[in-house]
């Protein structure tokens, strides 16, 4: 008889009532007796619950369903493995299955005795990507849709094999299948240039997690990273700067230099390069989607041919003039080049971010304008879109676009990559487009993922593995004719203060781990705990092999202050914004004119809808009313500064008191000498003593450095 941990808690159950029954029964000594005893025992089902709970194989992402038996199987015995996949896709599941770390041997036909190890593609599962795994009593069974299903059915066992080195396992049915088509990374290698090598070590992750697409920004300002032999000064020229790190250049002159140059920072791919990364990606089953940024994000090729520039400025522009064929010219090649290397369905032409304003002044643009009866820098955006798409198309391809291609109008095959938020990519859906989910509150994991004083510099804000973790792409409450345009979800790391390699890595890891989830398994399977616990073993093992994930052992995790509303003497009372209207910014409105007073301190980011952001002259200056006389004896408000976006520290802070709410005594004045760090800070700034008020004024003036201020609550004590 083979008892499981069921089995045992109610044996356990039934022999705790009766020495219950006896224990009330005898004497005291008995009841000590049996009192012991019945301890003893319930420790004991505690230990095998614990031990069962310890034995639970748990792949990342989570498998779709498990159905366990209850006998034991020894998998570290040799297999015979046999699979009927053929060609290129045996040689590729032959590489993954040494992977496992199964001990096998490769025969031609299924087993008729000893042990097996049987791979065969089912034509009877109807989803892509789909495998079941049944481990018998005498060998292991992987029935999948195709190859890739098949390749990750080896990933999953590869984390049975991790989790269980030992080779005790249980006897287990798994049905495993995508939730989504599309399970993506970005990879940023324009701002800080990143190696071959580099790149194929987060393939070989992305594999493991069973993600299948690498979208690689390839092109933007900081530098031109693959080779176009149609337009040579691309990378012998606009992939070279000085100085090396993002930063300093972007701030400083923005200079690009001859391939060679002294202190010349960057690099390229070259053509026999990039062939070789797309052949190791295809043979883990991810494809590689490559981008050329257009028409913005573009002042590198505008550096090496000035003549696609708009007429009215020399230099110092981003966008290409969409007036000038030779823009198109330019770009249809440099497209026929990347198509011979990339055999994606989709060509990534970015359509983000471009100003257009230089279009409105550049007599060539405003001529395509009246020639093409455009009536916006909107629409003439969407004409390059659409002329692109058109050319794109021509070649048997696909465009995809962050979501800003739906201004003036969305070309007809696109599809949106939606990043802003997700209206983006509801709105390409709603209209019958195909949209990828990347939404920057949750997907955009350039962000610190710590309490950002402990984190090196960063783009600004706080987005934890929660935060990442907590996302849907398509919730309940999605209507279907929407949610089944949305193809999958994706991570995005772009590099601006990323420098060096082992930097990268921990911004990315244990991050997409969580994407990689999201990407695979059933809404209903996922919960955070499970899942950070799978996410700790995952960053051990990854660091263990070399890589430089964040440590999740040592995450401090979110603002102290804004684990529980705090309550003051100003909680919920009014508050006047001492303008003629609000200057609050729309986007950092918090919660509007209670925000200040509504008990709610902010997270570690500006950005979470508690922080209120102040962008006037003026900075912070608002009134709040008692409702009586009252004595006080602090009044005091947090601020913090991120320099990256753009948000300071006040300059000076001035607390007045009233009683009438017309005559007002200063309680204090600081003065603040606003400093410029590449940390992240949080600072108080208050008064202390005792007063009787009505009315009290905070005003925290801004400083010469442009940007917001950013504040919490008002805190009266």
């Given at each position: ?10 044996i ?10 006896i ?5 005291t000594?008995m ?19 614990a ?13 779709v ?11 570290t015995?040799r ?9 290129e ?13 199964l ?10 005795d ?23 009593e ?29 080779g005790v396992?249980?006897?287990v ?10 399970r ?11 190696s ?9 992750m ?35 700067r ?22 010349a920072y ?10 070789e ?5 295809a ?15 573009s002042d ?41 290397i990339?055999p994606?369905?989709y060509?990534h ?33 969407s ?30 095959n ?46 600004g ?14 919730p309940?409450t ?6 089944r ?13 990323i ?24 809404q209903?399977?996922?919960?955070y ?53 609000r200057y ?17 301190r ?23 009313d ?29 607390i ?8 007002f ?45 950013f504040?919490d ?5």
């Amino acid at each position: 008889m083979v008892l499981n941990f069921h089995t045992t808690r109610v044996i356990g159950c039934l022999l705790i009532n009766d020495i219950i029954a006896i224990f009330v029964e005898n004497s005291t000594i008995m009841r000590r007796v049996y009192l012991y005893l019945m301890v003893a025992l319930i420790a004991t089902i505690s230990v095998a619950q614990a031990q069962a709970q310890a034995q639970e194989i748990t792949p990342v992402p989570y498998q779709v369903s498990k159905s366990p038996y209850t006998a034991p199987f020894d998998a570290t015995q040799r297999l015979k493995l046999y699979t009927n996949l053929e060609g290129e896709d045996r040689e590729r599941l032959l590489a993954a299955a040494e992977q496992t770390g199964l001990n096998y041997e490769v025969v031609d036909n299924r087993a008729e005795d000893g042990a097996y190890f049987n791979i065969v593609i089912n034509r009877n599962l109807q989803d892509a990507e789909e495998y079941h795994i049944n481990i018998e009593e005498r060998g292991i069974v992987v029935d999948a849709s195709d190859a890739a299903g098949a390749f990750y059915a080896m990933q999953t066992l590869r984390q049975m094999v991790e989790s269980k080195p030992d080779g005790v396992w249980d006897q287990v049915l798994i049905g495993d299948h995508p939730r989504f088509e599309y399970r993506g990374v970005l990879i940023d290698v324009s701002r800080h240039f990143r190696s071959v090598e580099f790149l194929k070590r987060q393939i070989d992750m992305m594999a493991r997690l069973k993600m299948n697409r690498l979208h690689l920004h390839l092109t933007d300002a900081a530098g031109w990273r693959m080779e176009v032999e149609s337009y040579p000064r691309l990378t012998s020229f606009a992939a070279w700067r000085t100085p090396a790190t993002w930063k300093e250049w972007w701030y400083g002159e923005r200079n690009y230099v001859e391939e060679g140059s002294e202190g010349a920072y960057g690099g390229y791919y070259t053509k026999a390069e990039l062939r070789e990364l797309v052949d190791y990606a295809a043979d883990r089953y991810i494809t590689i989607i490559p981008e050329i940024e257009m028409p913005g994000h573009s002042d590198e090729v505008l550096a090496a041919y000035p003549e696609l520039r708009c007429t009215h400025l020399p230099e110092h522009q981003g966008e290409l003039c969409i007036g000038k064929e030779a823009t198109f010219e330019m770009m249809e090649r440099v497209i026929d080049e990347v198509i011979e290397i990339f055999p994606s369905e989709y060509i990534h032409i970015g359509g983000d971010e471009a100003s257009k304003e230089n279009w409105k002044l550049c007599e060539d643009c405003q001529r395509r304008m009246q020639e093409e009866g455009l009536e916006s820098v909107d629409e003439l955006q969407s004409y390059m879109i659409h002329r692109m798409e058109e050319y794109i198309n021509s070649k048997g391809r696909q465009i995809i676009g962050w979501d800003e291609i739906l201004q003036g109008g969305l070309a007809p095959n696109a599809t949106v990559m939606s990043w802003r938020g997700e209206e983006g990519g509801i709105a390409a859906a709603a209209a019958g487009h195909d949209a990828i989910m990347s939404p920057h509150a949750y997907c955009y994991i350039d962000a610190p993922q710590d309490a950002p004083p402990t984190q090196p510099e960063a783009i600004g804000g706080y987005l934890p593995l929660e935060k990442v973790y907590s996302y849907d792409p398509t919730p309940a409450t999605m209507d279907e004719s929407v949610a089944r345009y949305i193809k999958g979800v994706q991570a995005n790391l772009w590099a601006e203060f990323i420098p060096t390699d082992e930097h990268y890595e921990m911004m990315l890891w244990p991050r997409a781990i969580a994407i990689a989830e999201i990407g695979w398994s059933p809404q209903n399977e996922r919960e955070y705990s499970h899942f950070r616990s799978r996410a700790v073993d995952i960053v051990e093992r990854m660091m263990a092999e070399g890589y430089n994930p964040f440590d999740l052992r040592n995450e401090i995790g979110n603002r102290p202050e804004s684990m529980r509303p705090v309550e003051h003497l100003a909680l919920g009372k009014s508050v006047t914004y001492n303008l003629p209207s609000r200057y609050y910014g729309p986007q950092y409105a918090a919660a509007g004119d209670v925000a200040l007073v509504d008990g709610l301190r902010g997270t570690w980011t500006y950005s979470d809808g508690r922080w209120q952001g102040f962008l006037g002259r003026a900075g912070v200056d608002v009134t709040i009313d008692m409702g009586e006389v009252v004595t006080i004896h602090s009044v005091a408000a947090d601020f913090m500064q991120y320099c990256g976006p753009g948000v300071f520290m006040p300059c000076k802070v001035e607390i007045f008191g009233s009683i009438d709410g017309e005559n007002f005594e200063p309680l204090i004045v600081i003065d603040h000498e606003v400093v410029p760090a590449d940390v992240p800070s949080f600072m108080t700034f208050g008064w202390e003593g005792e007063a009787q008020v009505r009315y009290i004024r905070y005003h925290a003036h801004r400083s010469n450095y442009s940007g917001f201020l950013f504040t919490d609550e008002i805190v009266v004590r």
